[in-house]
């Protein structure tokens, strides 16, 4: 969430607000944006509008996204003069972006995306934009530096789980710069990172069943991926010889090709 001026801040712990109050951070994320007349930016979380406020200076139009409804009249009367402001009140990991974008500015192929996440939501949000992602550009999203930390762990490093793969397997994943706690109002206790994610085009990684097996591979991150594995793929031993893994290996240690090759010889199995 952004807040700008020096009004009242309305933070909401439910919601998971924290407001970005610091201008060098509101123009280093909206520099990473990269707005220019004539993009369409969906803004989740707009809180106040210090980062909108900066979008639409730019030239761009902005599609806000915000749940809570008492900061929804206030980005109305402020933003929607310049006649490239729309503000919906919704649940953006529920949210349909290609409709919203259609709906709102038609014509517009794909749509650059802006959003700073709380914890709670962060697995959720990024599992639906891999989903949408066909609508967006790219997408600059600051979340909790945990989360970051995650999502951007390489192969054989411990932080590697479920959601990094699952975004690996939907966007090309740049880490950019960290915002500390004061950054913000009312100050959190931790660190947050912003982080570029740039669409993948569709792949094996997007189907449902693809996401089932990543989901049971790190069950149990301390057991081996054939252990994980086994009681829900009776064959799983003759897949990973199949796609040249080590059954003795655990999940965190394998790269997206592997799970690629391992997802392709579990349905060539499973075909037989």
């Known amino acids: 969430m952004s807040e700008a001026g020096d009004r009242p801040l309305r933070a909401k712990r439910s919601l998971g607000q924290n407001f970005l109050v610091d201008p060098n951070y509101v123009r280093k994320i909206i520099a990473a944006v990269r707005p ?47 006649g490239r402001f729309k503000v919906v009140e919704a649940d953006a990991s529920e949210a349909d972006l290609r409709v919203l974008i259609d709906t709102h500015f038609p014509g517009t192929p794909r749509a650059k995306l802006v959003a700073n996440l709380p914890y709670y939501i962060s697995t959720a949000i990024l599992q639906h934009l891999a989903a949408e992602r066909h609508c967006l550009l790219e997408l600059v999203l600051m979340f909790q530096r945990e989360v970051v930390d995650r999502i951007t762990a390489p192969a ?33 206790k931790i660190w947050s990172s912003v982080v570029r994610l740039v669409p993948k085009p569709e792949s094996l990684a997007d189907e449902p069943a693809f996401r089932s097996l990543i989901s049971a591979a790190f069950a149990q991150k301390r057991k081996t991926i054939a252990n994980n594995l086994k009681s829900v793929y009776p064959d799983i031993a003759t897949a990973l010889a199949a796609a040249g893994v080590d059954a003795k290996r655990r999940a965190e240690t394998l790269e997206l090709a592997e799970w690629l090759r391992l997802y392709t010889a579990l349905c060539s199995s499973a075909e037989q």
């Open 36 to 82: 220019v007349a004539g993009d369409v930016v969906v803004e989740i979380g707009p809180g106040r509008g210090a980062l909108t406020e900066g979008l639409l200076e730019s030239g761009a139009a902005v599609i806000a996204i915000e749940l809570d409804r008492e900061l929804v009249p206030e980005l109305q009367l402020r933003f929607a003069p310049t």
């Open 156 to 188: 054989g490093n411990s932080e590697r789980g479920f959601l990094t793969v699952i975004v690996e397997g939907a966007f090309v994943v740049e880490r950019l710069f960290d915002v500390p706690p004061e950054a913000f109002r009312p100050r959190p």
